[in-house]
T-cell receptor, first 108, second 112 residues
Framework: KNEVEQSPQNLTAQEGEFITINCSYS?????LHWLQQHPGGGIVSLFM???GKKKHGRLIATINIQEKHSSLHITASHPRDSAVYIC??????????FGKGTHLIIQP | NAGVTQTPKFQVLKTGQSMTLQCAQD?????MYWYRQDPGMGLRLIYY???????DKGEVPNGYNVSRLNKREFSLRLESAAPSQTSVYFC???????????FGSGTRLTVV
């Protein structure tokens, strides 16, 4: 069973700061997912990646397959970015294995 | 395009009662999943259906049953609810293979 570890568990930053959330996993995978969950809300898929780097707006996700590590970066952070960010791995039909999430608060 | 629709959004049950959580997707996805989310833990897979007509157990299937009614619908049934089943339940779907996941908005279930 793949073990997924995220760091930090909690992060509070000021508006405008560059944010990095890390994810490591124990077993080789075919795909890694970054998800966002607002308080009391549903889960939204941000990225699915199997190699390299992807960018969407102010969000950047990178993955290093050899090191079994991925990072999610947020540039020019804003209070609306406050949410739980979840890393998940798995590429098969049997679903995902999730990290416990990183609680991010961006203060104005 | 509604995506993945879950009903109900909230439910309170008494211990021993039964209920069915409904999930429907309108994206013609092949695979559907039920997860539970508990404080301090990552989401955990209860059951999944890789394609219409098939279902398989996930990590935490005890106390639950599922039905893949057709390609669109995947329901989760609690036959005799227990307080340990208090959780937030998420349904998800994907086209299959290398596709991304789409999640429903969740069902917050409390068993008293």
């Amino acid at each position: 069973k793949n073990e997924v570890e995220q760091s930090p568990q909690n992060l509070t930053a000021q508006e405008g700061e560059f944010i990095t959330i890390n994810c490591s996993y124990s077993v080789g995978i075919s795909a890694l997912h970054w998800l966002q969950q607002h308080p009391g809300g549903g889960i939204v898929s941000l990225f699915m990646l199997s190699s390299g780097k992807k960018k969407h707006g102010r969000l950047i996700a990178t993955i290093n397959i050899q090191e079994k590590h991925s990072s999610l970066h947020i540039t020019a952070s804003h209070p609306r970015d406050s949410a739980v960010y979840i890393c998940a791995v798995g590429g098969g039909a049997d679903g995902l294995t999730f990290g416990k999430g990183t609680h991010l608060i961006i203060q104005p | 395009n509604a995506g993945v629709t879950q009903t109900p959004k909230f439910q309170v049950l008494k211990t021993g009662q039964s209920m069915t959580l409904q999930c429907a997707q309108d994206m013609n996805h092949n695979s559907m999943y039920w997860y539970r989310q508990d404080p301090g833990m990552g989401l955990r897979l209860i059951y999944y259906s890789a394609s219409e007509g098939t279902t398989d157990k996930g990590e935490v299937p005890n106390g639950y049953n599922v039905s893949r009614l057709n390609k669109r619908e995947f329901s989760l049934r609690l036959e005799s609810a227990a307080p340990s089943q208090t959780s937030v339940y998420f349904c998800a779907s994907r086209i299959g293979g290398s596709g991304g996941y789409t999640f429903g908005s969740g069902t917050r279930l409390t068993v008293v």
